[in-house]
């Protein structure tokens, strides 16, 4: 006996995209329909946003500010360290000429030739010169550091500004509503002259070449569910080989939805949202009686049913011990025989009587 469960169900695009507003606008075209192939690149919709326009010619003419403006500035900067690099030479040819002053003049001063008050004099004017000359040193490593974080701050404003005009473009190339993957168009959510705000869903593209099964397995089968079990689905133009996927952890409308991958190619004339009917194999029981489920039969559960012995017109009213249950077919742990009759019908007219003659 085969332990199975039946479910209906639909083809289903294996991989889904829904393509929503990146940016808020008007429909004002509509490429595409559904049923039609498009390609990754290929443009569904193309929305209207004056606003998006109009952002990215401001952001193109702050970016040209912002370019004009760290060159000026490069400019303006580079003139004074050349400055202070002249302040710098200045000073310390200075410094040298005093040195080489005081210098002679100390040789001088030691021969008699000149006074001492010469040479001290020449002595102070060397020492306030090595002091503007360390002074100018020190201001040009400082400027130096001055500069660069000064460019530093004027090109981040620059790139600040690059980066505003490419978000703009990025929203105004977004006017251009694109499928995103090949496949094709499922469906279309929106109309002509609508207005969408961003994330709004637009349309449906689908993966056309791979397929798999929705089955929707009533909730009190489910629990028997298992990844992997062997399915088989009768698409109505072949029947094809699977196993579960997927199992719905959520139940809706009493039903969950299981997902059933193909063990091989489809027929053809499958195609999404077709329906199928599918039959999953739970297990198989080996040397149990069975007989076809009575409607009111449940599993691990008892009943009553009338039987018919082998050879016999007399069909006799017994006790039913039930095991497994499958789709169609229920395991009898006891009380009928291999072999055995039995009447599946209503009988419930006959409810007070134990036996039944057969005509």
Not at 40 to 48: F, G, H, N, Q, Y
Not at 100 to 128: F, N, P, Y
Not at 348 to 358: A, G, I, V
Request: aromatic share 2%.
């Amino acid at each position: 006996m085969l332990r199975e469960i039946r479910a209906t169900g639909t083809l289903v695009p294996k991989e889904n995209r829904w393509i929503t507003a990146g940016v808020a606008g008007t429909v004002q075209e509509l490429l595409a329909q559904p049923g039609e192939r498009v390609q990754a690149d290929t443009v569904i919709a193309r929305l209207v946003n004056s606003a998006a326009v109009t952002e990215v010619q401001r952001a193109r003419a702050a970016l040209a500010g912002a370019v004009a403006n760290v060159t000026a500035k490069r400019s303006e900067l580079e003139l004074q360290r050349l400055e202070q690099e002249a302040s710098l030479a200045r000073a310390e040819s200075t410094l040298q000429i005093t040195r080489a002053k005081t210098a002679a003049l100390t040789r001088a001063e030691q021969a008699g030739v000149v006074s001492l008050m010469e040479l001290k004099q020449s002595q102070i004017t060397e020492e306030q010169d090595a002091r503007l000359a360390s002074a100018e040193r020190q201001r040009s490593v400082a400027m130096r550091s001055n500069l660069g974080a000064q460019m530093l701050a004027i090109n981040a404003l620059r790139d600040e500004s690059t980066s505003a005009l490419e978000i703009a473009r990025r929203d105004e190339e977004q006017l251009q509503v694109r499928a995103g993957i090949t496949g094709i168009v499922q469906e279309i959510s929106v109309e002509l002259g609508e207005q969408v705000e961003v994330g709004k869903r637009l349309a449906r593209v689908a993966k056309h070449d791979v397929l798999i099964a929705r089955l929707l397995v009533p909730e009190i089968q489910a629990k028997d569910l298992l990844l992997d079990l062997p399915c088989q689905v009768d698409l109505h133009v072949g029947l094809v080989k699977g196993r579960i996927n997927r199992i719905d952890p959520a139940v809706r409308e009493g039903r969950v939805a299981v997902d059933v991958l193909f063990d091989g190619p489809l027929p053809g004339g499958a195609r999404p949202d077709l329906t199928v009917e599918g039959r999953i194999v739970l297990s198989e029981l080996r040397d149990v009686v069975n007989i076809a489920r009575p409607v009111s039969a449940m599993a691990n559960g008892a009943g009553t049913l009338f039987v018919i012995k082998p050879g016999e017109k007399i069909a006799q009213r017994a006790k039913v011990s039930y095991g497994a249950t499958s789709s169609d077919r229920i395991e009898v742990r006891s009380g009928l025989s291999a072999g055995d009759q039995v009447i599946l019908s209503d009988t419930e007219q006959w409810s007070k009587f134990d036996k039944l003659r057969l005509n």
